[in-house]
C-alpha cells in the first residue's frame, strides 16, 4: 500500500488570503498524485493530477490560476487556494495510486484530507 | 467519459440486517471497479474491489457483483454492524491510462442498533 499525508488537517482563514495544502507520500514515490475536492455529503471530484516535474494537468472547470499545485518531489505536493473566497470551503483530499509506477495494485491511496473554511 | 450512477443515495438498515447498494457506469472499456467507504470527517478507502475478469468476489460479510453485460456492479455487506455506518463510494476506471476512477455520488448507510 501507500501511506499519505495532508497537512494541515483544517484550515480557517480570511476570504481574499491564500492557503498552502500539503500532500506527502511517507512509504512511496509518487510521480503522480491526484487533487480531489469534496463538498458536504458529496462525492470526490476530481480536480487535477500533479505530475513531478512538470506541470499539473487540470481538469475541465477547475481554475488553475486559482488553484496552484507543485509537485517538487517525488513525495510532496502542494495545493495552494489563491485568493480564497466563502465558495472554496470545502474538503480537499489528495491521493497516490501505486499502479502508476508499475505496481500490480491499483488502488487509491487518500490521505486523511483538509477542511478549508473561508470566512 | 466514464460516468458512474450510485444507488440509492441513502440506505437505512437495522443491525443484522444486510445492505445493496448499486451502481452502473457506461464505459464498456471499465474493468476495473473498486469500492471505498469513508467515515464521517475521514479518508475514502478501499473495502473491496473486482476486476472484469471476475463476476464476484467476497470478504467475510461483504461481497461485490459484476454483470459486464449490463455494466452494473453491486455491494453486498451481509449482516450489518452500527460500525458499517459510513459513505459508500463505487468506481469504475479502464484499462490504461490515467488510473483515475470515476466515483459514484455516493451512499449514506446507516445500520441502527
Known amino acids: 500500500g501507500a501511506v499519505v499525508s495532508q497537512h494541515p488537517s483544517r484550515v480557517i482563514c480570511k476570504s481574499g488570503t491564500s492557503v498552502k495544502i500539503e500532500c506527502r507520500s511517507l512509504?512511496?514515490?509518487?510521480?503522480?498524485m491526484f487533487w480531489y475536492r469534496q463538498f458536504p455529503k458529496k462525492s470526490l471530484m476530481l480536480m487535477a493530477t500533479?505530475?513531478?516535474?512538470?506541470?499539473?494537468?487540470?481538469e475541465q472547470g477547475v481554475e488553475k490560476d486559482k488553484f496552484l499545485i507543485n509537485h517538487a518531489s517525488l513525495t510532496l505536493s502542494t495545493l495552494t487556494v489563491t485568493s480564497a473566497h466563502p465558495e472554496d470551503s470545502s474538503f480537499y483530499i489528495c491521493s497516490v495510486n501505486p499502479a502508476t509506477r508499475g505496481a500490480v495494485t491499483d488502488t487509491q491511496y487518500f490521505g486523511p484530507g483538509t477542511r478549508l473554511t473561508v470566512l | 467519459g466514464e460516468n458512474v450512477e450510485q444507488h440509492p443515495s441513502t440506505l437505512s438498515v437495522q443491525e443484522g440486517d444486510s445492505a445493496v447498494i448499486k451502481c452502473t457506469y457506461s464505459d464498456s472499456a471499465s474493468n476495473y471497479f473498486p469500492w471505498y467507504k469513508q467515515e464521517l470527517g475521514k479518508r475514502p478507502q478501499l473495502i473491496i474491489d473486482?476486476?472484469?475478469?471476475?463476476g464476484e468476489k467476497k470478504d467475510q460479510r461483504i461481497a461485490v457483483t459484476l454483470n459486464k453485460t449490463a455494466k452494473h456492479f453491486s455491494l453486498h455487506i451481509t449482516e450489518t454492524q452500527p460500525e458499517d455506518s459510513a459513505v459508500y463510494f463505487c468506481a469504475a476506471r479502464a484499462a490504461g491510462g490515467s488510473y483515475i476512477p470515476t466515483f459514484g455520488r455516493g451512499t449514506s448507510l446507516i445500520v441502527h442498533p
Open positions: 512509504d512511496f514515490q509518487a510521480t503522480t
Open positions: 473486482i476486476r472484469s475478469n471476475v
Open positions: 500533479s505530475n513531478e516535474g512538470s506541470k499539473a494537468t487540470y
